[in-house]
């Protein structure tokens, strides 16, 4: 049994609110605790691009938080975590978070995991990258617990859907928090 099995998952307003909520299915079914911060503009792109409604959203999760409720748990870094995933993660997010701006709980959340140096997985969406873009990239990834994990298909795993290619790509960054999901399709080569 596991004496830590809390991940944090942050929804931030880019387009793909789908690897957040795929996020939070597969962690209930691995029996992780998903604790579940989403920012103000995500609800309207989940809205739109899922047809799904704040309950409906919240209830995928263990334990939800509102963005500016900075009294929750996961605002301290005395409250143990295996740390967060930001799926998707905008780039005003990512700015955000290089130059230590944490005015909602997201940020606070993402900060408190590098702050603990716990892993930090960042799902980003945006395409093309300026060098805005790039820079910021750049200088989170030069932090030993921050991933930068743009999530692309992974053509060689013969997936076969929407719901199969989000999916792969949420399983390969639960890896980098320290979950290794069984149902991650790995490149064999010729072995």
């Known amino acids: ?23 939070l299915i597969r962690l209930k079914e691995l029996n992780y605790e998903s ?34 409720d900075f009294t929750a748990p996961i605002a301290s870094g005395s409250y143990p975590t295996i740390g967060m995933i930001i799926a998707p993660c905008s780039m005003k997010t990512v700015a ?3 130059n230590g701006i944490s005015d909602n709980l997201l940020l606070r959340a993402a900060d408190v995991c590098i702050k603990e140096k716990r892993p930090l997985v960042l799902m980003i969406r945006e395409s093309p990258l300026s060098q805005i873009h790039l820079r910021n990239l750049y200088e989170l990834s030069k932090l030993p617990n921050v991933t930068v994990f743009p999530p692309l ?39």
């Open 153 to 191: 298909p992974a053509w060689y795993a013969k997936l076969k859907n929407i719901e199969e290619i989000v999916d792969q790509s949420v399983y390969r960054a639960l890896r980098y928090i320290g979950i290794e999901d069984p149902n991650l399709k790995i490149w064999r080569g010729d072995e």
């Open 96 to 98: 955000s978070i290089v």
């Open 35 to 68: 604790y579940l911060v989403v920012s103000s503009s995500a609800w309207k792109v989940i809205e739109s691009e899922l047809g799904y409604k704040k309950e409906d959203v919240i209830n995928l999760a263990s334990k939800y938080y509102d963005e500016k």
């Open 1 to 23: 049994m596991r004496s830590n099995n809390k991940v944090i998952v942050g929804i931030s307003g880019a387009s793909g609110s789908i690897y957040g909520i795929r996020t």
